[in-house]
């Protein structure tokens, strides 16, 4: 009788080839002739016995071998379907937009449904993506790099979180930041009552008036 139903929409099912296996009645182990990833993925006929995986059966050498818990016997029949393709390996299908799940619960997926997009979603949120030559972490994620794990270019940036933190608030310009380093260009600007020097205060760089330094070293008496 023919079947009669919804037919299956993704998914292979091979019966592999295990010719070359021979069953004396001590050997236990024997070539699948491709990688499975798992055990769910086989069904597994002994002498017309389906085998129960992971009790009658593992996988061996990276899921290119079948173990038996039991030898099978001498001439026995033995025949083994693989179901959808083998999951340790590539994933030869087009997905078109179709979302990936990965987890158990169903709340973390891999999905491409907007073109030359791809969308990352964590405990059901929709944390990260990728578009060309951009990878964003969304509003409300981010992204964790460890002191010392961050390169750009071909150059590591040795600072420290704190040591960049440092930095967070100052409001300079470049150009004002380099007037510290010193240099040989001088200016004419006049000074004024009201200007700021700064001074170097025992290691602390603060700012006071023209009109102090004046009186300290004793210029006179400030003229309008």
Not at 21 to 48: I, K, P, R
Not at 60 to 77: E, L, N, R, V, Y
Not at 160 to 168: F, G, H, P, R, S
């Given at each position: 009788?023919?079947?009669?139903?919804?037919?299956?929409?993704?998914?292979?099912?091979?019966?592999?080839?295990?010719?070359?296996?021979?069953?004396?009645?001590?050997?236990?182990?024997?070539?699948?002739?491709?990688?499975?990833?798992?055990?769910?993925?086989?069904?597994?006929?002994?002498?017309?016995?389906?085998?129960?995986?992971?009790?009658?059966?593992?996988?061996?050498?990276?899921?290119?071998?079948?173990?038996?818990?039991?030898?099978?016997?001498?001439?026995?029949?033995?025949?083994?379907?693989?179901?959808?393709?083998?999951?340790?390996?590539?994933?030869d299908a087009d997905l078109n937009g179709t979302?990936?799940?990965?987890?158990?619960?169903?709340?973390?997926?891999?999905?491409?449904?907007?073109?030359?997009?791809?969308?990352?979603?964590?405990?059901?949120?929709?944390?990260?993506?990728?578009?060309?030559?951009?990878?964003?972490?969304?509003?409300?994620?981010?992204?964790?790099?460890?002191?010392?794990?961050?390169?750009?270019?071909?150059?590591?940036?040795?600072?420290?979180?704190?040591?960049?933190?440092?930095?967070?608030?100052?409001?300079?310009?470049?150009?004002?930041?380099?007037?510290?380093?010193?240099?040989?260009?001088?200016?004419?600007?006049?000074?004024?009552?009201?200007?700021?020097?700064?001074?170097?205060?025992?290691?602390?760089?603060?700012?006071?008036?023209?009109?102090?330094?004046?009186?300290?070293?004793?210029?006179?008496?400030?003229?309008?």
């Amino acid at each position: 009788m023919a079947y009669i139903g919804k037919s299956i929409e993704s998914g292979t099912f091979s019966v592999l080839d295990t010719s070359g296996n021979t069953y004396n009645g001590s050997n236990t182990t024997f070539n699948l002739g491709t990688q499975v990833g798992s055990v769910a993925q086989l069904l597994v006929s002994h002498d017309g016995v389906i085998q129960k995986p992971g009790t009658d059966y593992t996988l061996a050498s990276g899921g290119t071998q079948i173990t038996f818990t039991t030898a099978p016997a001498s001439g026995a029949s033995i025949f083994i379907v693989e179901i959808s393709g083998a999951v340790g390996g590539p994933l030869d299908a087009d997905l078109n937009g179709t979302e990936l799940i990965l987890d158990a619960d169903g709340d973390t997926s891999i999905t491409a449904d907007t073109d030359d997009q791809i969308d990352i979603k964590v405990a059901g949120a929709d944390d990260f993506k990728f578009t060309a030559n951009t990878f964003t972490a969304n509003s409300g994620s981010g992204i964790v790099i460890p002191d010392g794990g961050l390169t750009l270019g071909s150059t590591a940036v040795s600072a420290t979180a704190a040591e960049l933190n440092i930095l967070d608030g100052v409001t300079a310009t470049a150009a004002e930041i380099n007037l510290i380093d010193g240099g040989t260009s001088r200016g004419t600007t006049a000074i004024a009552d009201g200007d700021g020097v700064l001074i170097n205060d025992a290691g602390t760089m603060r700012q006071t008036t023209v009109e102090t330094l004046k009186t300290y070293i004793g210029g006179g008496t400030n003229t309008p």
